[in-house]
T-cell receptor
Framework: GAVVSQHPSRVICKSGTSVKIECRSL??????MFWYRQFPKQSLMLMAT?????????EQGVEKDKFLINHASLTLSTLTVTSAHPEDSSFYIC????????????FGPGTRLTVT | GDSVTQMEGPVTLSEEAFLTINCTYT??????LFWYVQYPGEGLQLLLK?????DKGSNKGFEATYRKETTSFHLEKGSVQVSDSAVYFC????????????FGKGTMLLVSP
């Protein structure tokens, strides 16, 4: 149980286009989902926390107009990178918190974004 | 604020060697502690956890004991395998509401045959 999926696993897009990444909790309801960004050989940087049905809370330094987060249901959150540029190339990982185990986070497999 | 410090890597070992990856933390309360593992090109997988002092988390031959007196949660394995090569992250989570995980910087482990 407690499986989180991400789609796509890899995406290559051209500079200036937008890319949407989906994060789904497959077998549990997630009241809270988290989006992280990981640079090569570095730790995870929390970008934002999203609660179902409300606006996401962004960490300092993260542009909310560039990284649009929607958490429309208890099983789906999306991250849209708008007007992507090469510096947005990164590994994006989501995690979700189970209602029954409020403090534990379950991680998705990650999405590798490459902007050319 | 809360923070996690873990030893810098890479840690390079031969197969069947003993592994220790140090992790210490700073927190205002009593956090839960976690070790996550990340294999190349993949997301994070929970390896083990401990929710209170003196708890020992264990999984797949890995162990870590929550030591409040030394604020540590060192990861150990008696005999590593090549397949254990990965990046290991120590993390803490404050047990108060839906708080966020605080990660260490990660330690790369490389095991050679």
């Amino acid at each position: 149980g407690a499986v989180v999926s991400q789609h796509p696993s890899r995406v290559i897009c051209k500079s200036g286009t937008s890319v949407k990444i989906e994060c789904r909790s497959l077998d549990f309801q997630a009241t809270t989902m988290f989006w992280y960004r990981q640079f090569p050989k570095q730790s995870l940087m929390l970008m934002a926390t999203s609660n179902e049905g409300s606006k996401a809370t962004y960490e300092q330094g993260v542009e909310k107009d560039k990284f649009l987060i929607n958490h429309a249901s208890l099983t789906l959150s999306t991250l849209t990178v708008t007007s992507a540029h090469p510096e947005d190339s990164s590994f994006y990982i989501c995690s979700a918190t189970d209602l029954r185990a409020a403090y534990e986070q379950y991680f998705g497999p990650g999405t590798r974004l490459t902007v050319t | 604020g809360d923070s996690v410090t873990q030893m810098e890597g890479p840690v390079t070992l031969s197969e069947e060697a003993f592994l220790t990856i140090n992790c210490t933390y700073t927190a205002t309360g009593y956090p839960s502690l976690f070790w996550y593992v990340q294999y190349p090109g993949e997301g994070l997988q929970l390896l083990l956890k401990a929710t209170k002092a003196d708890d020992k988390g264990s999984n797949k031959g890995f162990e870590a004991t929550y030591r409040k007196e030394t604020t540590s949660f060192h990861l150990e394995k008696g005999s590593v395998q090549v397949s254990d090569s990965a990046v290991y992250f120590c993390a803490l989570l404050m047990n108060s509401g839906y708080s966020t995980l605080t990660f260490g910087k990660g330690t790369m482990l490389l095991v050679s045959p």
